[in-house]
């Protein structure tokens, strides 16, 4: 009942930008914690960054820290993640997720309880 759209992906070289959208339905958003995840092939899924329920609270992996940023557009129902200077080793199906539970700030893998179905994002060197 609760749907994840996203789009944005596709093929950039090193050092390009991309941004990545995800429409939410089915939920009260604004009540939700929404995040970013990534999995390359072979590897396990993992956390890219997240956005709290309110206050605009962000968290990022190690990573992806001063070059990716996570918003949210609440009238929109939507999240968004802003990825500058992109390397290859950023390569990966990226996942869109809300949180299990209302008023969550902090979203890691075991908090999240919807899912997008993937868009991929693809890093040239």
């Known amino acids: 009942q609760v749907q994840l759209v996203e789009a944005g992906g596709g093929l950039v070289q090193a050092g390009d930008s991309l941004i990545l959208s995800c429409k939410v339905s089915g939920l009260i958003f604004s009540r939700y914690a929404l995040g970013w995840f990534r999995q390359d092939p072979g590897k396990e899924r993992k956390f890219v960054a997240n956005?709290?329920?309110?206050?605009?609270?962000?968290y990022y992996a190690n990573s992806v820290k001063g070059r990716f940023t996570v918003t949210r557009d609440n009238a929109k129902s939507t999240v968004y993640l802003q990825m500058n200077g992109l390397k290859p080793e950023d390569a990966a199906v990226y996942y869109c997720?809300?949180?299990?539970?209302?008023?969550?700030?902090?979203?890691?893998?075991?908090?999240?309880?919807?899912w997008g179905q993937g868009t991929q994002v693809i890093v040239s060197s």
């Open positions: 997720a809300a949180g299990r539970r209302a008023y969550v700030s902090r979203l890691e893998s075991a908090d999240v309880g919807s």
């Open positions: 956005i709290s329920w309110n206050k605009n609270i962000t």
